[in-house]
């Protein structure tokens, strides 16, 4: 006897493994995790002085002060600080005048000014207002308002918060790559390495290194304020990144590779903010 086959009703599956539609529970930790970014976000917003920027911020102001005051005195203890000598003096004197421009945003730093014998060309200002520059830097300044533009970069970063700000992100940028390990978690071990790879790049070329050199910028645009408004020379400016370019021998790595813009945009972007600082040099200074 023979059998006729016939094909199953439309829109019916006949006998066989059925293909499951719909939501995949591996996706479940990259959702969570986007509903948590949008959570923390937006609930631990500040306002950078100055600038007006909204920035992420989960810390408090005295956690982040007692966090730089002992990196502080780490430092010191492994640091040889110059005292009682005339380049000394200067570096107090200028910050001192740097810290009275920037006191209306002050959160109650308690203000050190140091001098540290080295050959680095380098500044620093930690949360809570203890400032130090490498004597290495001083020829790149060159002058008291040389000092006074490095002076208000360092203390622009700890005004604006600017080491809380990266750690908040820093953060959020480990729950994202715990997120994604676990939702490729049961793919192959190439394809979890590929992922993850691009993952890494992706996040330092286009979150960290981006973010570190806007920091830069608003720290390069607060400080120049606060120079002008201590009433030093904001022209000064850009000379002192001409110096810092020859010195480097013009060997800055590409921008989009680098924590920091190249000194020809840091000249740039002086000369472009220059009108608005000499204004407000003319507003304090001239009387």
């Given amino acids: 006897m023979a059998y006729t086959r016939y094909p199953p009703p439309r829109g019916k599956r006949s006998w066989g493994r059925q293909k499951k539609a719909g939501f995949s529970i591996r996706w479940l930790p990259i ?25 992420l911020v989960d810390m408090d102001r005295q956690e982040e002060m007692t966090l730089g005051l002992q990196s502080w005195q780490q430092i010191k203890q492994s640091s040889k600080i110059i005292e009682d000598s005339q380049n000394a003096d200067i570096i107090s004197a200028v910050g001192e005048r740097i810290a009275n421009a920037a006191a209306t945003e002050d959160p109650g730093f308690d203000w050190e000014f140091n001098l540290i014998d080295s050959d680095q060309l380098n500044a620093f200002c930690l949360p809570g207002g203890k400032v130090a520059f490498y004597s290495g830097i001083l020829p790149i300044a060159k002058n008291v308002d040389g000092v006074a533009t490095i002076m208000g970069h360092e203390v622009a970063h700890a005004i604006a918060r600017h080491g809380a700000e990266r750690m908040a992100y820093q953060k959020l940028m480990q729950f994202g790559t715990m997120a994604a390990s676990m939702a490729i978690g049961n793919m192959d071990i190439g394809t979890q390495r590929a992922v993850m790879g691009a993952m890494g790049v992706g996040s330092q070329y286009g979150v960290l290194l981006p973010f570190s050199r806007k920091h830069e910028s608003e720290a390069d645009y607060i400080g120049l304020m606060y120079v002008a408004k201590a009433c030093f020379d904001p022209r000064e400016a850009p000379k002192l990144w001409e110096r810092m370019a020859a010195a480097s021998g013009g060997e800055s790595p590409a921008e989009f590779s680098s924590t920091h813009p190249t000194p020809e945009t840091r000249i740039e972007q002086f000369k472009k903010w220059m009108p608005e600082a000499l204004e407000i040099r003319r507003q304090y200074c001239e009387k």
């Fill in 31 to 55: 959702l969570l995790f986007a509903g948590y970014f949008a959570y923390y976000y937006f609930s631990n917003q500040e306002v950078v002085p100055v600038t007006g920027r909204k920035q």
